[in-house]
């Protein structure tokens, strides 16, 4: 059983889109994990409504200078980085795509970037002349489309551009029959990234990417009870491993609702929150035990990482991005481990925060734990969420302790074969590299 | 390399352990901190208080509403009590007067040691009474109130309305709020004339609570002003409140002690007083058919 496992998986991840996927995100590595510790700082330590500025008082002894300039320096490289992702990926991934090939993978990667932009150009909204484009599409959270896009830029590179090798020293003859080699491609790509461009225009796209995402954050805000909100949540978990953090984002935002009010007036008045009226708030089971920081249970994964992996790169990645996802900014994990599109965590990426969910649902009516009720800070540390949504209590601690632990195990296998499989594909990787030209 | 391996080993360990040491140690504030938040919020939650907090105008004290309260004492079993705040210039409160426990509509006036006219001061006035509110809602914990303001001070009211209240509009709901000879476009009597101050208002109404009642309530002396504060800047009010607050009603009372300055002291102001801005809840202290503590009993 394993070692079928073990093929398919090694299988799937040599087929090209994967191969390019992988180089994509080693690349974009460092950006993600920066970025991830900046927004760490921004949301959960320079927040006004942080925990950690709240329970150091940062507003009786930081100068309102600092703090406001640290908030803002933080708000805006995270913004920047996550911001402007889209365009690196399709980069790599043209570039990548275009190399496995052996064609020209520089202009592939420009052609990527402007077939991008050419998609999120808003046509229909020309005021002034202005740039303008839909920065929804660049940002992080579409890492897929652009993934796909530089993907696609890279396959028609593959058929209409001439092959080339990549040489380390270039004469100006070389470059100059570069260029011309690359009108073709480059033409193709922008017709077809223009065609797209057009057409999303026209058939709005934009608003039904934007019904689709509101969906979600509607839903989120109805608090569901779990029988609605885990269906959801799945699909959510789905397309954020594929990439498309949006839904997920939208769909666990929401904490005012009427059914949190009315949970945590009954908690403020009673004193506790044993006997809420609504005690299966799908949201806040998420918050509680679905997620111990980071989404999908990212922390569970890097613990897995850190106390099996002894030597490797990952451990690295996994140490650097350990903090930020601890506090929830698990952009740095996701992309440098990498998560994202790595078929072996789909499964547990998906179902297991559901069975976290579950299991904490069925100790809150066997009347063990209490419903987390209680208002908890941005920026509170994944594992103790429970203990602080239920002021306090130590069953729910303990609880949620015994969970990460069991967690921790259910990984450790998977996180044992990411490792092997990793080893084997650079070995594989390392093979090839012996008998072809500078990739 | 293997001595490389065994750092390295260390290292994530080092990370683990010191993770987990850092989580104990943060829990431990976390608790306390979280505690006292979730206590506060809960006294706040069950305080029926709902104070009716006063501003003067501009050259008054804090004994300029004694009158007024005086008069609403006057026929009624319900005795309001009367605390009095003035703000000093450096932000210090002096307190006379006090709330008497059981009170649950008490009065609250803050005035302010400089209480001089104009826009850069009535700016700084509200800064001073932003500093009495806050003292206020965390001694008394109050979820609600109603606000009254004479003259000027209901030019307080509205600048803090739109600079501060945000702070707390998650906990604290202000549910009325009246003014009296309140002079929104000043001394100006065009309206098309607005003054900075006005125009800075009009542009900031959107954060002016929208489930807000507003009454303003002008006096006639003549048929032009209350012999001080001409009423087209009274009515000014309306391009700050009306499409805004979830009602506007304009009242204007004439005949004896309609003159600006004797309006609070005016026995239809009392009135209005009383029917538009206090709680009519007579009947509140005794349960119509018993329904809300059987409710009550049922949960215990």
Known sequence: MEKIIFKTIVRLRRLAFFRVTDRTLMMLMPLAVVGSIFQFLWQSVFSPTSLISNIFYFDKWLPDQIFNASWYACQGVTSVIFGTFGLFTAYFSAQYTARLYQKDAQMAGVSGMLALLLCAYRFRDIRDFQLSFNWRFLNINSFLFALLIGFGTGLIFRFLGTDYHHRHAESAQVIKQRAFNSFRPMLATWLIGLVIGILASLVHVRMIATNFYQFFQSQGQNNLNLGIFIPLLLLALLLNWCGIGQPLVSLTAGGDSATNVANLNYALTHGSSWNVPNPYVGNSLYQSYGKFGGNGLTLVILIGILIFIKKNDIARVARWSFIPTLFGSNQGALIGIPIILNPLFLLPYIFLPVVNMLLAASMIAIHLIPASAYNVLSGTPGPLYAFIATNGNWQALIFSMLLFAFDILLYLPIVKMAKDVQDEIDLLNDEEAGYEYVK | ?300
Do not use: C
């Not at chain 2, 700050?240 to 204007?252: E, L």
């Open chain 2, 1 to 300: 390399m293997n001595m490389l391996n065994k750092d390295r080993i260390s290292k994530n360990r080092l990370l683990l352990l010191g993770t987990f040491i850092f989580l104990i140690v943060l829990s431990i504030p976390t608790f306390f901190w979280i505690k006292s938040a979730n206590h506060d919020l809960a006294e706040r939650r069950k305080s029926q208080m709902s104070p009716v907090i006063m501003i003067p105008g501009s050259s008054a004290t804090t004994e300029r509403f004694n009158e007024l309260v005086n008069l609403l004492n006057k026929d009624t079993l319900k005795k309001h009590s009367l605390l009095k705040i003035q703000v000093k210039k450096d932000g210090t409160l002096k307190y006379s007067g006090k709330i008497n426990r059981n009170d649950n509509e008490p009065f609250i006036v803050v005035g302010f040691e400089n209480n001089h006219d104009g826009y850069a001061n009535i700016k700084k006035q509200a800064g001073w009474f932003d500093e009495a509110f806050a003292q206020l809602s965390q001694q008394y914990k109050f979820n609600n109130f109603k606000a009254f303001g004479h003259s000027n001070g209901g030019l307080i009211w509205t600048y803090w309305l739109e600079k501060y209240y945000a702070d707390y509009s998650d906990e604290i709901k202000i549910k009325k709020l009246m003014t009296l000879g309140t002079p929104y476009n000043f001394n100006e009597s065009n309206v098309d004339h607005k003054t900075e101050m006005l125009n800075d208002f009009i542009k900031n109404r959107k954060k002016i609570p929208k489930n807000l009642d507003v009454y303003s309530v002008s006096g006639g002396e003549n048929y032009e002003s209350d012999g001080l504060v001409p009423e087209s800047s009274v009515a000014a009010g309306k391009y700050i409140f009306q499409n805004q607050v979830k009602h506007y009603t304009t009242m204007t009372v004439t005949g004896s002690d309609a003159q600006h300055s004797s309006l609070p002291q005016n026995k239809q102001v009392v009135q209005l007083i009383k029917q538009y801005l206090l709680e009519n809840n007579s009947g509140n202290n005794i349960p119509v058919n018993g329904q809300k503590p059987r409710e009550n009993n049922k949960k215990k």
